[in-house]
């Protein structure tokens, strides 16, 4: 069975949907978006906005959202937000949808966007319930079904017990660039620099990378080329970087096996590096220390970091379900030098950072980025800036 199977684009009636859970409970609710089927790993994200930037993350493939802020669709959907070239959820999950938008910017209603790119949804549901439960038994399979998709509850549990869970899984190719291309710098009045004039170039790894992450680090005068998850260590120091940089993605990363290895031949030339999200779980690999699935994940744009070198608690922007097993109170030695966990959630201690001693290298489990979500750690971007300064001269 694949992992989703995208519907129709029919609204014209309100629809009943049911969404099953792989443990076997039942929630009654409305078709929204798509009419059809789709399967995926139940999960919840806690922001009250930024449902469009969440919807386009390449991170939440093969990833079924429940969203548990309840009244969701507001500000509609513009052509400005999206953070890539179409929604990569498996599914959407709302309580209470707005009826009608209202945002000078927007162009589209949430659910004929949904719709049109193929995306099975349900609304009317207690989304508080649902989330209490995945918090309690932890992120699962799940299925929503509506239309003629809708069946004995049986052969629906028997369906999405057959769907391939996310542990194990190699994502990250799937949402990836197949070809590089650049993102010019920008000049101080807004401008795109010609390619080769830029103060820095970066090779970024692309794993699932977000528009906005490229766009803060071409306004900070940096050129990034950016490279299919493939990409071969040739590949990346064909285009000459001052740094290098691995996105945030989907999927297992136990499985990420090619990323880890041109990780550590960049450790060992001794270049700046700098990863996000799947790029942070990829060096704690790279370094030695294993990968582990979280019960639950951190999703959402609230999730409170502390910085362990300043104090500063910094609130983030987080989409991840596995995290690094690496030491939170001792600095670990490595064949690339020590490490120290620089960064922790506040909510349960969870690696959140790391950075390396002896050599020009850092991470982080959130996004910097912050689309959407507070600007806090914009300053990571400036430290991956200071690092590159500092090689060069």
């Given amino acids: 069975m694949t992992t989703s199977t995208r519907g129709t684009t029919s609204r014209k009636k309100v629809l009943p949907a049911v969404l099953v859970l792989e443990d076997g409970r039942v929630f009654r609710g409305r078709a929204y978006g798509a009419v059809g089927e789709t399967f995926g790993e139940a999960v919840f994200s806690t922001g009250m906005t930024g449902y469009q930037e969440t919807l386009t993350d390449p991170s939440y493939h093969r990833q079924v959202v429940v969203m548990t802020t309840p009244h969701v669709g507001n500000t509609g959907v513009n052509d400005d937000d999206p953070e890539s070239q179409r929604i990569w959820v498996a599914g959407y999950v709302v309580r209470d949808p707005a009826r009608v938008p209202s945002n000078w910017r927007s162009r589209r209603a949430l659910d004929e966007e949904l719709a049109a790119q193929g995306v099975v949804g349900i609304s009317g549901i207690d989304t508080r319930a649902l989330t209490r439960h995945l918090r309690e038994r932890g992120a699962m399979r799940v299925g929503i079904f509506s239309g003629d998709a809708v069946r004995d509850d049986a052969a629906l549990l028997a369906d999405v017990r057959e769907a391939p869970e996310m542990k194990g899984a190699d994502l990250a190719a799937e949402v990836a ?25 970066v090779a970024a790894i692309d794993l699932g990378i977000k528009g906005m992450t490229a766009q803060r680090m071409t306004q900070r005068g940096i050129e990034v080329h950016v490279l299919p998850a493939s990409a071969t260590l040739d590949d990346v120091y064909a285009v000459n970087p001052d740094g290098v940089f691995f996105s945030n993605g989907p999927g297992d990363p136990a499985t990420a096996d090619h990323p880890v290895s041109v990780m550590r031949g960049v450790l060992e030339r001794g270049t700046p590096l700098f990863g996000i999200c799947f790029g942070n779980q990829i060096l704690g690999r790279a370094l030695g220390f294993g990968t582990y699935k979280l019960k639950y994940g951190h999703r959402g744009i609230n999730q409170p970091v502390q910085d362990r070198a300043t104090g500063k608690v910094e609130v983030t922007s987080h ?75």
């Avoid at 590089?180 to 620099?193: F, S, T």
């Avoid at 097993?325 to 030098?337: E, I």
């Avoid at 966990?341 to 050599?359: I, T």
């Fill in 177 to 201: 660039t197949t070809e590089p291309y650049v993102v010019p710098a920008v000049g101080p009045d807004g401008a795109a620099l010609p390619v080769g004039t830029a103060k820095f170039t």
């Fill in 319 to 393: 989409n991840h379900g596995f995290a690094v097993d690496a030491p939170l109170d001792k600095v670990s030695d490595t064949p690339f030098g020590r490490v120290e966990v620089s960064h922790v959630c506040l909510n349960d201690n969870v690696v959140e950072g790391l950075r390396l001693l002896d050599r020009p290298a850092f991470s982080v489990q959130y996004h910097p980025e912050a689309a959407a979500g507070p600007h806090d750690a914009a300053y990571l971007f400036d430290r991956f800036v200071s690092l590159m300064e500092g090689q060069r001269a």
